[in-house]
DNA sequence: CAGTATCCTCGAGGATACTG
DNA sequence: CAGTATCCTCGAGGATACTG
């Protein structure tokens, strides 16, 4: 393996980052909380090329972050969808959708969709909470320690 | 540019992740985080050779993530510290952490290092959040839709 | 200590054509 | 439609040595 001194066993960001640091994986990830299932969908929409998303799938669904699911066609052909280990991954992408329409703003200032609470119709919005007291968080408010073994 | 199709300037979590989805970027950010400033720091903790560390911080800084600090030795040296751009990185370090920790466990199940709120003790939690009615939300609760122009 | 310069390798990713 | 097979390029990243 390359790169194996990226996945340093013992930080879960590290592994985290190992996996969805990869040049494609974000952006399909992208695709599929916006619907996108379908193999030839994939390939128009992101214009990647067919091995690499053939790979960047097949890596997906071998660390449980995708299923296949069998669909009926002429012959029987398989769709993308996530685990829940998958659907787990919205708040990452969610962060990462916030952090870019504040600070890396489109060219012509339109984001290219947008999200709303499906009840009340709400905007959204990722952040970081304490567990215990509720108060939102920022590297500030946190302290790191040793792990209590 | 190589992957400039990575970038579709339209999409927001597109260009974040044209910075972020790099090899060694949310590893180096993590140790930002984590509190390292130095250059030799960097390098011992992350074993990244010194060229792609030298443009990895280069990066950051010309994205303004990152910014150049002078500080005293024998000589003037600089440090790197986060800006508010950098800062507000926070939630999407602290969402991916969340999700290796719960679906990525470690080999020996021991975490590298513990966070709690500085003021009362309490875990802390990436999530998604309605602005409106204040309730966490996952994907199925969200509704996407055509910008409004 | 914090880089820069040089050189090299290898593998990620694209293009294209083919298959059931 | 959903891939697989083949071939090729180029650039990301490592190793090493040097510099103020």
């Known amino acids: 393996m390359a790169h194996a001194k990226l996945a340093d066993p013992q930080c879960t960001i590290s592994r985290s980052a190992a996996l969805l640091g990869e040049r494609w994986t974000l952006l399909l990830l992208r695709q599929v909380f916006l619907g996108t299932r379908r193999f030839e969908d994939f390939q128009s929409q992101m ?3 067919r091995s690499v998303l053939t790979e960047r799938l097949a890596e997906l669904v071998d660390e449980g972050v995708l299923r296949r699911v069998a669909y009926k066609d002429a012959r029987t052909r398989y769709e993308y969808r996530l685990t829940e280990k998958g659907h787990a991954l919205y708040p990452v992408l ?11 703003p489109p060219e012509d200032g339109r ?4 999200l709303h609470h499906h009840d009340c119709g709400g905007d959204v919005h990722a952040k970081v909470e304490c567990t215990e007291c509720g108060v939102e968080l920022t590297a500030r408010d946190v302290r790191v320690t040793a792990p209590n073994r």
């Open 47 to 49: 214009d990647i090329s």
């Open 94 to 104: 969610m962060a990462l959708r916030d952090w870019g329409a504040r600070w890396m």
């Open 111 to 114: 984001p290219s969709f947008d």
